[in-house]
Nanobody, 128 residues
């Protein structure tokens, strides 16, 4: 089970930190078996990959449009992944989802079909 939190409304230029708390993985699989990705779906658009972190070694991935503004991190003791979003722009308004895929597939993190678990999403709204 993945549960997102931290979404909300913010003015352009502001910051938000999203959290993704993980629990209840299939027996025998622990948090560091996975990579955790963040996706977003903006109104009228398809869902797209934003970032991903491979829990076992901290390797991170970002889509080009967020590099330098978003930072993904994990707290393994809390089974939680964070997405720090700075210098927010209205065009990043979307529902943000976290998802888990096996760490061996982390290099194809932007492919939705590779993920085993999804959260319910959290709304991020950036006003101009």
């Amino acid at each position: 089970q993945l549960v997102e939190s931290g979404g909300g409304w913010v003015q352009a230029g502001g910051s938000l930190r999203l959290s993704c708390a993980a629990s209840g993985f299939t027996a025998g699989f622990t948090f560091d078996y996975y990579a955790i990705g963040w996706f977003r779906r903006a109104p009228g658009k398809e869902r797209e990959g934003v970032s991903c972190v491979r829990i076992s070694d901290g390797t991170t991935y970002y889509t080009d449009s967020v590099k330098g503004r978003f930072t993904i991190s994990s707290d393994n003791a809390k089974n939680t992944v964070y997405l720090q979003m700075n210098s927010l722009k209205p065009e990043v308004t979307a529902v943000y989802y976290c998802a888990a895929l096996p760490r061996s597939l982390a290099m194809v993190w932007a492919s939705e079909k590779e993920y085993d678990y999804w959260g319910q999403g959290t709304q991020v709204t950036v006003s101009s």
